[in-house]
């Protein structure tokens, strides 16, 4: 199988210049990549960039408004959000999610506002939410078990997982997966390492994160979907499996988890 950047932003960058991370995600072995949403304002542009797709290589988009951005954009609702995921190649909601890096208290709320939207959205549509987590763990987990309990079971993936082994823990007994990013390269991530070695491997997805979070040995340099093979063939070696076969197993749970992207 082909690999799979679960998670990139190519709306950061020109036609031209996706033209060419195409050309160097092919050549890296990818199959298939996953532009995802910030603004749901955007969502156009999102779907747009699908149709930049190679023959040997296809991409997906998400819709969604990211927890930096609430303050920006206008609340949709879970209706709204459900109406956008109706274009073919739309195969995902989000990225949602909370972040309290930055910002004050009121804006946390409008997070979590935005963030139980983009939940409804994912129950009602049963498309996968993508999940931003940043110095939330206690309050993501305790939504995700709340709406859960309100109106049932959702798929759903915790993107760039840097957080604790509780809140992995909480997500998979939800059914969740957890997407790695290039963070797990890096020298000071022990602890992150410390995690993803007690996953369970038909839970984990990798991605890239792109154009941030370069893996070593690109680290400090702009990162692109073809740098999700250094990702891949390091999380391989740290739980003891071949890239073949870890590659092999991180596309089916793609297709499980996304299964819209047929």
Known sequence: MLLVDSHC??????????????????EAGLGELVTIGTRISKADKQKHIT????SNLKIWCTVGTHPEYVKDEVFATSDEIS????????????????????????VFTKQQEFFRAHIQAAQKTQLPLCIHARDADDDI??????????????PFLIHCFTSSLSLAQAALALGGYISISGIVTFKKA???????????????????DSPYLAPVPHRGK??????????????????GMSEGDFTNQTTENFHRLFTKAT
């Open 83 to 106: 109406a956008l995921t109706e274009h073919p190649d739309v195969i995902g909601i989000g990225e949602t999610g909370l972040d309290y890096f930055y910002g004050e208290p009121h």
């Open 222 to 239: 702009q990162n692109e979907p073809a740098f999700v093979a250094h990702t891949a063939r390091y999380v391989a070696e740290l739980i």
């Open 9 to 26: 932003h190519l709306d950061f960058f020109t036609d031209e210049e996706i033209t060419t991370l195409l050309d160097h995600a092919v």
């Open 190 to 208: 022990q602890e992150l390492r410390d995690v993803i070695v007690q996953l369970p491997v038909d839970r984990i997805l990798v991605e890239t």
């Open 141 to 154: 987990a305790r939504i995700l078990q709340e709406e859960t309990e309100k109106g049932g079971s959702f």
């Open 51 to 54: 149709t930049l797709a190679k």
